[in-house]
């Protein structure tokens, strides 16, 4: 069957070679960041209808990001579409799933958004903070820090993402303990499911949302959740901002009942300039950009040329989500 994959030229330039290889009977429709589109590097005015596409990362980048959008929204026979987020709960891509359409999600940014939560924990737990500003002022003085080695760390969401946390901190020789709905083993952690989560709750020392927002766990850490916790404990959000309660967290960080917050998510985003967290002692705000690593791009690409060829040949595809019933 002859295909025609739908891209941004930026994307084409950078691996176009690489996708011309997997297949002669390819046709490539690429979209420029003015909006025009070329087919097979001639001038394309017509009629929008390609079976496959690309949603890589340079589409957040574009400024006619919805024109392509409403491209793949529109195509009429489309097949398949990869895309760079882990996240497909937004509207296009669960109207495309409804549809019938396979689409693949991305797992390139775990790996980046794992070295993130490590390294923002350690800086807590090293008080990097208290340091620099010892160091400021000149004062000779040793400062105390916890150990990874003594903690334990439960991860909501144990897929790609908290897997990568598992690894990297097991390895400092932390327990680990995942939360996923599905029924698995682990080298890096024990792994349970969401309903032995109220018995974990207590003995966490960091607790790392990498869960996907859903009805089940949308606004699941709330002032009972927060009460469970360790007083010296740490809650990480990588997933979504609405699986907090932010008035909740925000009483409990005030109350010292949990200790630390690392945030990277919101509801809604950008996050208001006048919201409290921004200027809270006990919480670090990052802008959404724990996945920003720089191996996180040549990753996407990879995947997305994998399943590219897994396509072509008729094989499974790596990280395809399940239909909607």
């Known amino acids: 069957m002859a295909h025609t994959l739908l891209l941004l030229e930026t994307a084409y330039h950078r691996i176009g070679e690489r996708i011309r290889a997997l297949s002669d009977d390819l046709d490539i429709l690429a979209m420029d960041g003015a909006g025009a589109f070329r087919l097979n590097g001639a001038p394309h005015k017509a009629a929008i209808d390609p079976t496959l ?8 980048r574009c400024p006619q990001a919805a024109k392509f959008s409403a491209a793949v929204t529109d195509a009429a026979n489309l097949a398949w579409v990869q895309t760079a987020l882990a ?9 495309l799933l ?24 350690l800086g807590h737990f090293q008080q990097y903070a208290r340091r620099l500003a010892l160091q400021a002022d000149k004062v000779w003085q ?44 682990s080298e890096w952690a024990d792994v349970i499911h969401p ?31 927060l009460a469970a916790l360790k007083a ?4 990480v959000n990588v997933g979504r901002g609405a699986l907090v309660v932010d008035d909740d967290l925000l009483a409990a960080l005030d109350a010292g009942t949990v200790e630390h917050a690392i945030l990277d998510v919101f509801d809604p985003e950008p ?13 670090l705000t990052t802008s ?29 595809l790596h990280k395809e989500v399940p239909p909607v019933a």
């Open 53 to 60: 596409a690309w949603m890589g990362l340079d589409l957040y």
């Open 87 to 95: 996240g497909v709960e937004a509207p296009i891509y669960r109207g």
């Open 98 to 121: 409804k549809r019938g359409v396979r689409l693949c999600s991305s797992d390139a940014q775990a790996p980046s958004i794992a070295d993130f939560i490590v390294g923002c924990v």
């Open 142 to 185: 040793p400062v105390e820090f916890r150990e990874l080695s003594s903690t334990h760390w439960l991860i909501i969401g144990y897929g790609s993402i908290g897997q990568e946390v598992a690894r990297r901190v097991s390895a400092f020789g932390a327990k680990v303990t995942g939360v996923r709905r599905t029924q698995s083993t």
């Open 195 to 225: 309903d032995q989560l109220s018995a974990i709750l207590p003995q966490a020392d960091v607790v790392v949302l990498a869960c996907a927002l859903t009805d089940e766990t949308r606004y699941m850490v709330d002032a009972d959740f």
């Open 232 to 235: 010296n404990s740490t809650l």
């Open 271 to 283: 996050l208001p300039d006048s919201h409290p967290y921004w200027q809270h002692p006990r919480v």
């Open 288 to 316: 959404h950009g724990a996945s920003f690593g720089d191996g996180m791009a040549a990753r996407g690409d990879q995947l997305f040329l994998d399943n590219l060829a897994r396509l072509l040949a008729g094989e499974p």
